[in-house]
């Protein structure tokens, strides 16, 4: 980048990209020209660059880098589709209409879509978090991964996808999946500890599970409701009516005389 001389003609100290789209008008003159930058993920921030037409390395050089070699930067364009800016290719932003942009320090652009937008990634993997970022979805919807031939895997926030493993090519929106999940209260010795179990889990599963939450005692348990009655273990907890929010106790058996 060079620094010019103060132009009598520039009224402007930049002017913000993102605006000039929202408001769709021109770009106007000035000494620089704020657009947003991402370093190897979706943490964007403002970055100033003093050309309107700026190289990529000049974009990259204004966010710190230096070893320009190793590094590749991406623009996210106003279709969703993201494009692989060179380093001496110059990138018009009065013309383009382009506010983010993402560098990577890489060796390769992993390539997927994402709701049907080609996507450059420059790790091998990314996560659940940034996923969602780039799909600007809404709290109704979820992320999944497309399998052709079979059932589409969900992608939750908190999971990390590895792109380098085949068949991971297309991630698609749809409605968020129902959990069917709830919330119980189990009480060992006078201790209750909440767990989340669902319908159609037996009961027998609930106490395999709820061992380890009281420092997995030995010797048979069992799970009685706040009626006194004692679960069967071969049932499902739909079939013995347990529902949200119930208390059940964990206990060792009554040992009854003959």
């Given at each position: 980048?060079?620094?010019?001389?103060p132009d009598p003609g520039i009224d402007h100290d930049y002017d913000d990209v993102g605006e000039v789209i929202r408001d769709d008008?021109?770009?106007?003159?000035?000494?620089?020209?704020?657009?947003?930058?991402?370093?190897?993920?979706?943490?964007?921030?403002?970055?100033?660059?003093?050309?309107?037409?700026?190289?990529?390395?000049?974009?990259?050089?204004?966010?710190?880098?230096?070893?320009?070699?190793?590094?590749?930067?991406?623009?996210?364009?106003?279709?969703?589709?993201?494009?692989?800016?060179?380093?001496?290719?110059?990138?018009?932003?009065?013309?383009?209409?382009?506010?983010?942009?993402?560098?990577?320090?890489?060796?390769?652009?992993?390539?997927?879509?994402?709701?049907?937008?080609?996507?450059?990634?420059?790790?091998?993997?990314?996560?659940?978090?940034?996923?969602?970022?780039?799909?600007?979805?809404?709290?109704?919807?979820?992320?999944?991964?497309?399998?052709?031939?079979?059932?589409?895997?969900?992608?939750?926030?908190?999971?990390?996808?590895?792109?380098?493993?085949?068949?991971?090519?297309?991630?698609?929106?749809?409605?968020?999946?129902?959990?069917?999940?709830?919330?119980?209260?189990?009480?060992?010795?006078?201790?209750?500890?909440?767990?989340?179990?669902?319908?159609?889990?037996?009961?027998?599963?609930?106490?395999?599970?709820?061992?380890?939450?009281?420092?997995?005692?030995?010797?048979?348990?069992?799970?009685?409701?706040?009626?006194?009655?004692?679960?069967?273990?071969?049932?499902?907890?739909?079939?013995?009516?347990?529902?949200?929010?119930?208390?059940?106790?964990?206990?060792?058996?009554?040992?009854?005389?003959?």
């Open positions: 980048m060079t620094t010019q001389d008008r021109a770009l106007r003159t000035a000494r620089a020209y704020r657009i947003l930058y991402a370093n190897s993920g979706v943490d964007f921030a403002p970055l100033l660059v003093d050309d309107p037409v700026p190289l990529g390395r000049q974009i990259l050089e204004a966010a710190g880098v230096n070893a320009l070699a190793t590094w590749s930067l991406v623009a996210i364009l106003p279709s969703g589709d993201f494009e692989d800016v060179r380093l001496d290719e110059p990138f018009d932003l009065r013309d383009r209409r382009v506010e983010r942009f993402i560098g990577f320090e890489c060796d390769r652009l992993f390539k997927f879509t994402l709701r049907e937008h080609q996507i450059l990634w420059g790790r091998a993997t990314i996560a659940g978090r940034e996923l969602y970022a780039l799909a600007e979805i809404d709290e109704h919807e979820a992320v999944f991964l497309d399998v052709p031939g079979g059932t589409d895997r969900f992608i939750p926030v908190t999971e990390t996808v590895n792109l380098a493993e085949p068949g991971v090519e297309r991630f698609i929106v749809a409605a968020k999946p129902v959990s069917d999940e709830f919330e119980i209260t189990v009480i060992y010795n006078g201790l209750p500890r909440a767990m989340q179990v669902r319908p159609a889990e037996t009961v027998a599963a609930v106490i395999a599970a709820a061992r380890p939450l009281f420092g997995s005692p030995g010797g048979d348990l069992i799970l009685v409701d706040q009626q006194g009655r004692e679960l069967n273990p071969a049932r499902t907890l739909r079939q013995e009516q347990v529902g949200p929010h119930a208390q059940l106790s964990l206990r060792p058996p009554v040992v009854r005389g003959g």
